[in-house]
């Protein structure tokens, strides 16, 4: 599957500024990797980077039908203008969790620091639906294919 883009309209002030909205109403603080909406903090290259260049070191789900999923990006906004683009399948340490949701996606994403913002719209657009494969490993990563040709 080449990637998930959010299919949802998007709230008025967008989902992560809406998520920022939803922290600060219930007293908790803003989610890791965001100070306040609008202003990234430095934060060390998301997770889901290593995943996409050093494939074959992570799980994966056999969508039986010979297919797999690693990542299924989604691209969403602030409101303000910014865009994000973060996995939908995200791996916690031990396994692939997916998200049924962009929005619990995001949340997770926002608050462990794994998303990237991109300079545009377009950009995050491309990036989510298949761009972040481009010159990787995951262009060519099936191993349900190499384990058949072993066979």
């Given amino acids: ?14 989902l992560a500024q809406g998520l920022l909205m939803r922290q ?18 430095a934060k060390k290259p998301p997770e889901f980077l290593d995943r996409i260049y050093n494939p074959d070191k992570y799980p994966y789900i056999d969508n039986g039908d010979g297919t797999i999923s690693t990542h299924k990006m989604a691209a ?7 865009w994000f683009v973060f996995p ?14 962009n929005e619990e996606a995001m949340q997770n994403a926002l608050a462990t620091g794994n998303f990237l913002e991109m300079p545009s719209k377009e950009d995050a657009i491309s990036y ?13 990563f099936n191993p349900l294919i190499k384990a058949k040709r072993k066979r």
């Fill in 1 to 14: 599957m080449p990637g998930l883009l959010s299919q949802t309209a998007f709230p008025p002030v967008g």
């Fill in 24 to 41: 600060a109403e219930a007293g908790r603080p803003a989610p890791m990797g965001l100070l306040s909406p609008g202003k990234l903090q």
């Fill in 76 to 82: 969403e906004t602030d409101g303000n203008g910014k």
């Fill in 88 to 101: 939908t399948i995200q791996f916690d340490g031990q396994k692939l969790v997916a998200y049924d949701s």
């Fill in 128 to 140: 989510a639906q298949g761009g972040y494969k481009e010159n990787s490993p995951l262009l060519d």
